[in-house]
């Protein structure tokens, strides 16, 4: 069941948010060659502690962290450790903040230093599909021209669309219907109504769609050992078309 949420619960959702955003921008003046995904995850439990919030992941279905950590052939689940970034790294870092009993969901992905041209080609690539998706989030709309704009965008540009994983409703449970494929027909799915709250998070792959996931049972990789990236907004459907949740 869909649940739309009421505009004072979307103002906490916007604080959530707003937490999660901000524990981004911490992150991104911490990840550098050298750091720990360890030790960013210590940056981030304690910065989004500090704001009042809970870290959404932090014993969810016993994840250890409280931020995903996920480094080159990581996709996503990275569990954060002893692993070093080095230069030409990209991380991918998850996170949500429950604010309220409410909570916040994004995901980015970052270079560690400089990297190379095909690397920068697949952050721009996926950054873009997550936007051309949001372009369709619009009441009346159906859930499915979300996906498909994404879908057609990431294979155009000469990369893969993980099937796997999907993007999906989010409030007073991180997870909640509907779920949110990143590829497929459009005109199919439910209609978007205003006060729907959705989590949309293309994960693309350099190399082909496969991914496989580790004997630690969280880590997901790519079959073909390429860079992939994700990135990830929470946003509430308006009247007028879309609000993004997680900003600062």
Not at 76 to 100: C, F, M, Q, T, W
Not at 156 to 179: K, M, N, T
Request: proline residues 5%; negative net charge.
């Amino acid at each position: 069941m869909i649940i739309c949420k009421t505009p004072r619960e979307i103002e906490i959702m916007r604080e959530a948010g707003r937490i999660v955003a901000l524990t981004h921008q911490e992150m991104k003046k911490s990840i550098r060659p050298g750091v720990t995904t360890g030790e960013l995850d210590q940056i981030a439990d304690q910065f989004i502690r500090s704001m009042d919030a809970i870290p959404s992941f932090k014993g969810y279905n016993g994840f250890r962290g409280s931020i995903c950590a996920s480094v080159n052939e990581e996709l996503v689940h990275g569990i954060p450790g002893d692993r070093v970034l080095n230069e030409g790294d990209i991380i991918s870092i998850d996170i949500g903040a429950n604010y309220k009993g409410y909570h916040g969901d994004s995901a980015w992905t970052y270079p560690v230093g400089t990297v190379d041209e095909n690397t920068e080609d697949l952050l721009r690539v996926t950054e873009t599909s997550l936007l051309k998706g949001l372009d369709e989030a619009k009441p009346g709309e159906r859930l499915s021209n979300i996906s498909h704009a994404i879908q057609s965008y990431v294979e155009a540009e000469g990369f893969s669309i993980v099937r796997e994983y999907v993007g999906h409703g989010v409030g007073q449970d991180l997870h909640e219907d509907p779920q949110i494929p990143h590829y497929g027909p459009p005109n199919k799915g439910p209609r978007l109504k205003p006060g729907m709250v959705l989590a949309v998070e293309p994960m693309v792959n350099a190399g082909s769609r496969y991914v496989k996931t580790l004997s630690d049972r969280w880590t997901v990789v790519t079959q073909d050992g390429k860079m992939c990236a994700h990135f990830e907004h929470t946003i509430a459907i308006t009247e007028e078309g879309y609000e993004v949740l997680t900003k600062s």
